[in-house]
């Protein structure tokens, strides 16, 4: 059963004096839809991340090493979905999440080299049962603040976000995001955009220079 065959015909309406973020909380906290439907992308994002972990034993079975270094999920708050489907003006419904948001459920593979990321990805997606829908490399086309993964939308019978980075790349993400500036509105912005943008050029440098050392490494051991 996908999201459509859960919801499709018998899905709670949202009440139409349901005008706040705060109401909309209220109402999906209380709805028995709401709840299922959470439930399916929880149980989408234990196949996907078993599928990671035993990638990343077969992974070192064959070449000694994980390319995996961490694996974290997690399932988007209420508050999140209902801003951001206000925000690109699409309806505010049970069904609407499920239809128009493709990042509800999310795994964050951090990896030690930018091969890695490339490596799991591969095999990830050569698995039968996941379709690919979305892929966007912010490795290779960075956004302009400096951020850098990669991000795949896959589905199996839900749609599970998967973002791919190193360990550098994470730090970077991670500390960018603690900052909040973009709550801000003043002068600063620009200035604060650039040093944030040379932060992260640094950072992909040193990834690069990093996984060249571990290529002279490897070949003084062949």
């Known amino acids: 059963m996908n999201e459509l065959e859960l919801l499709n015909d018998t899905e709670e309406i949202i009440p139409e004096n349901i005008i706040t973020k705060e109401q909309f909380v209220k109402f999906v906290e209380n709805s028995v839809k709401f709840e299922e439907l959470m439930m399916m992308y929880r149980c989408a994002i234990r196949e996907v991340q078993t599928k990671l972990e035993i990638l990343n034993d077969e992974f070192k079975t064959k070449r000694q090493r994980n390319p995996i270094d961490s694996i974290r999920s997690r399932i988007k708050s209420p508050l999140s979905m209902y801003e951001k ?18 990042d509800v459920a999310r795994i964050r593979v951090v990896c ?20 690919v829908m979305e892929v966007k490399d912010y490795i290779k086309n960075p956004k302009p603040n400096g951020y850098r993964s990669l991000h795949y939308v896959g589905k199996e019978y839900m749609k599970v ?62």
């Open 85 to 102: 489907l206000k925000r690109r003006n699409h309806p505010i419904s049970i069904q609407s999440i499920a239809d128009n948001l493709n």
């Open 112 to 131: 030690p080299f930018i091969s890695d990321i490339y490596d799991v990805a591969r095999m990830l997606i050569s698995q039968d049962d996941v379709e």
């Open 161 to 222: 976000e998967v973002q791919i980075r190193t360990i550098a790349m994470n730090f970077w993400a991670s500390l960018e995001h603690q900052m909040h500036y973009k709550q801000f509105d003043n002068d600063d912005m620009p200035e604060i955009v650039k040093q944030l943008t040379e932060c992260a050029e640094n950072i992909y440098h040193t990834d690069v220079r990093m996984q060249e050392i571990r290529e002279d490494i490897h070949k003084f051991n062949e």
